[in-house]
């Protein structure tokens, strides 16, 4: 199902001084102590470096072909910086707020400690546990894989406000947001004693806590921030396709450790992760492209890669959930509907999402995450667990999304406004007029 860090907890000094006194205990908690497998630790440390892959360079590439030449490095610049700065974030404090315990009470059911913070305590001989009993991965293959992440989050983002945002707003937001917004969903989402977890809500692989996350702050930015310059007007059209079309395959590339790696185990759930990974977005793909081409009379690259994209996010929380066949139905779901998105739903409101992050990640997070619901159901293929009903999950998926749409948009509005007390969130006009990549940094995508 989802994320289950469930690290081992030291043994208290009353545990250790039994052990000393009786041999026979001690050598009953070695029976039961959980065993690296190595199969499942080689498949976590592929799939992360898949999701790395995914980020830099293939979001990276995917954002960049879609902006104008002018803002082309502006944008690689802020991935690439936006990974570095949540890497070391994460490594510092991340990891301890979103996978330890926060103690009892309401607090501890939204955030976590710093108990490993620095990453105190932890060595190569620990652990955390995979979804089969007794077997378990390095805690620092976890705590990479989660790097990643929480890293290609606040990067997806960077999207939404593409072309007139100030570099330094960018970082400057991105560790706030990190801090309280990005940990506290990955806590209550993913962690044993978060509160969405306890309520039973299924995200396999980032539904809320990835997608409708960045999606809803690159809205809120996006809404704060104000047009482009001559948007509605000129053409602000993608410079290039073909790099925007590398990106997308390298971003579906990397989504396979995204989704199968999140089974945190080379078993048969990563085989159907995997697998609904494919079919998705194939469908979304297709689904896009045939709504296209009806309305607007010819089907093209962007759409069908779009699509896809989609279909990768829809899947993402069911991924490891639903059967081939439920991911199939969630693709074309997905693909008419965000179609739709931004389409007509950006068109109708005025917004300038300039790469759709609200209408794919966001949308597209929303229908992936309530139809899991669906999807899991055992009655219909799916893989959900205990005595299921469709209606009452349905029910906690909804709480699920409402709660991350509640947290992300009122933090992300709270965080942008104080990013802009600060250090300003707009370039000036003449600066966007004459491209981020000279004024931020100085330098030509192409020199011709």
């Known amino acids: 199902m989802t994320f289950r860090p469930f690290l081992l907890p030291a043994l208290g000094a009353l545990g250790i001084g039994l052990l000393a006194l009786n041999p026979a205990l001690a050598q009953d908690a070695a029976a039961v102590a959980p065993t690296v497998n190595k199969g499942d630790t080689a498949w976590m440390l592929v799939s992360t470096i898949l999701v790395i892959l995914m980020t830099i360079p293939g979001l990276a590439l995917f954002y960049g072909g879609l902006v104008r030449t002018k803002n082309m490095l502006s ?23 979103a996978f330890t315990s926060g103690g009892e009470g309401v607090l501890g059911a939204i955030i976590g400690g710093f108990s490993k913070a620095f990453l105190s305590g932890v060595t190569t001989d620990s652990t ?11 805690e620092f293959t976890f705590i990479a894989f989660q790097l990643t992440f929480a890293a290609i989050t606040p990067a997806l983002i960077v999207g939404a406000f593409a072309e007139r945002i ?4 960018v970082m400057l937001f991105t560790g706030l947001w990190l801090t309280f917004v990005y940990l506290p969903i990955a806590h209550m989402v993913w962690f044993s004693e978060g509160y969405l977890f306890g309520l039973g809500a299924l995200d396999f692989a980032g539904g809320t806590v990835v997608h409708i996350n960045s999606g809803v702050a690159g809205l809120i930015g996006a809404l704060l ?13 993608p410079h290039s396709l073909t790099l925007t079309f590398v990106g997308a395959c390298l971003l579906w590339v990397g989504w396979f450790g995204f989704n199968a790696g999140s089974n945190l185990e080379a078993t048969g759930g990563a085989a159907l992760a995997l697998l609904n990974t494919i079919v998705a977005p194939c469908a979304a793909g297709l689904a896009w492209m045939t709504v296209e081409a009806l309305a607007k009379g010819k089907s093209s690259l962007l759409g069908i890669a779009s699509g896809a994209v989609a279909g990768l996010v829809a899947i993402t929380p069911a991924a490891g959930l639903s059967g081939p066949m439920g991911a199939i139905v969630l693709g074309l779901v997905a693909g008419a509907v965000c179609y739709f998105a931004v389409t007509g739903v950006k068109n109708a409101l ?16 929303i229908i992936g995450a309530i139809g899991t619901g669906i999807v899991a159901a055992p009655s219909l293929g799916g893989y959900g667990v205990g005595e299921y009903s469709i209606g009452g999950q349905l029910v906690t998926q909804t709480i699920a999304v409402v709660v991350t749409l509640v947290w992300t948009g009122i933090g992300s509005l709270v965080l942008f406004k104080i990013t802009d007390a600060i250090v300003g969130l707009r370039v000036t006009h003449d600066q966007e007029r004459e491209g981020l990549d000279l004024a931020d940094h100085g330098e030509r995508a192409y020199n011709y």
């Not at 005025?350 to 997070?365: C, E, P, T």
């Open 350 to 365: 005025g917004y300038d999402d300039a790469l759709d992050v609200f209408g794919i990640h966001g949308v597209g997070g």
């Open 75 to 97: 944008v690689l610049m802020q991935v690439f910086a936006v990974f570095s700065l949540v890497g070391i974030l994460w490594v510092t404090y991340g990891y301890s707020l």
């Open 166 to 169: 100030k570099f330094s707003a």
């Open 225 to 237: 921030i104000g047009k482009r310059i001559g948007y509605g007007r000129d053409l602000l059209a």
């Open 128 to 138: 955390a546990d995979t979804f089969t009993k007794g077997v378990a991965i390095p």
